[in-house]
């Protein structure tokens, strides 16, 4: 598993050689701004390359430095995010922002401790800053290069548990040439994007083949080795879509709720309620009359799995007012709120709003 040092700076320079020939041109990447390299390795996590790039265009032309984060609203930022998923992101975000610009004056820190202490900030995040915009020797272990340097290590125990990174990190921490961290780490990401895929990899291509201790023993496809992750939970909802003229029912989900503080629609497990038109009935405070199955759709998230059934309600007024959280939203003002993609699904399907 040690490299000696000799193959390890061969591997190295192969791979920075490769990486300044093939490197893809993304957006964060014609930035030096440690604030500009933050917000794109936040976004970064769990969500795809060519997801992130409109967003971050639109994020930093939004919020183009610390101060403008730390003082918009946290309902504004979470806009700006739909459909990125992960919202606690999006807030942590505005947390450190509004930390960084007290005790900071604005200035992103360069220093571990510093960058650690801040919401949001891992051992990846406070790498990845640390080596892309600073240039200090950090390792920054995302799944890609966990999957590529255990490919190289040949590296079979699971690397879902902590002593697996850890080591990875360090074996990743005695490549890096000195003075191209940043380079470095990225260009180990890149290769794990673009050539060391999880299945058939590309190993023909591979710059660094010649050092690879799993393309010596053809065990690729067996390397990186994950414990099964536990299977998301299934659950079963239904939707309540109510119109009136030009706006429909939304509702402010509560802090603690997955999703939390943004806007949905009301919901019941089908499980648990056997009277839908009932249950919703109470719920809402509206008469409820008769009820129109709309469809179903789908959504997945890392714990959860849930099937939504949207059904419409014929409804008339009362006195009672809506209860809390509960709000006729007009179309024209969707776009401006905090909708989850789990509930952009819902007006999809039911053609809300056009
Ligand atoms: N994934 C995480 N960080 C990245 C970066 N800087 N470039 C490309 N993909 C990444």
Redesign the pocket.
């Known amino acids: 598993l040690n490299m000696n040092k000799n193959s390890g700076q061969n591997l190295s320079s192969l791979l920075l050689d490769w990486y300044q020939e093939n490197k893809r041109d993304?957006p964060?990447?014609r930035s030096k701004d440690p604030y500009s390299i933050w917000i794109?390795?936040i976004m970064?996590q769990q969500t795809r390359?060519e997801t992130v790039i409109p967003y971050y265009t639109r994020f930093l032309q939004d919020y183009p430095n610390v101060r403008a984060l730390a003082e918009a609203g946290e309902e504004e930022i979470l806009t700006s995010w739909k459909g990125l998923g992960y919202y606690s992101r999006a807030r942590n975000l505005h947390r450190a922002a509004q930390m960084i610009q007290e005790k900071y004056q604005g200035i992103i820190p360069n220093a571990y401790e510093d960058l650690r202490l801040l919401p949001g900030i891992g051992d990846y995040t406070a790498g990845?800053v640390l080596s892309?915009a600073f240039n200090l020797s950090f390792p920054a272990v995302?799944g890609?290069v966990l999957r590529v340097v255990s490919r190289i290590a040949g590296w079979e125990e699971d690397i879902r548990d902590a002593m697996g990174r850890e080591k990875i990190g360090h074996i990743v921490s005695g490549l890096i040439p000195p003075g191209r961290a940043g380079e470095f780490n990225?260009a180990l990401?890149?290769l794990g994007?673009e050539l060391c895929i999880p299945k058939n990899p590309l190993c023909t291509d591979c710059p660094i083949r010649s050092c690879c201790s799993a393309m010596s023993t053809g065990r690729q496809s067996c390397i990186p080795v994950k414990k099964q992750a536990k299977s998301p939970v299934p659950l079963e909802y239904w939707v309540a879509v109510l119109r009136r003229d030009k706006s429909v029912l939304m509702q402010y989900r509560d802090q603690t709720a997955l999703l939390g503080r943004m806007w949905g629609f009301p919901m019941l497990i089908k499980m648990l309620s056997a009277e839908p038109l009932n249950e919703f009935t109470q719920q809402i405070g509206l008469e409820l009359r008769e009820m129109r199955r709309l469809g179903e759709t789908k959504h997945v998230f890392t714990h959860q799995v849930w099937r939504m059934e949207a059904i419409e309600f014929i409804w008339e007024e009362t006195q009672n007012e809506l209860p809390k959280g509960l709000a006729w939203i007009p179309f024209d003002k969707m776009d401006h709120i905090p909708i989850p993609r789990a509930f952009q699904k819902i007006i999809k399907l039911c053609d809300i709003g056009v």
């Open positions: 993304l964060w990447r794109s390795e970064l390359v990845a892309i995302d890609n990225q990401m890149e994007a």
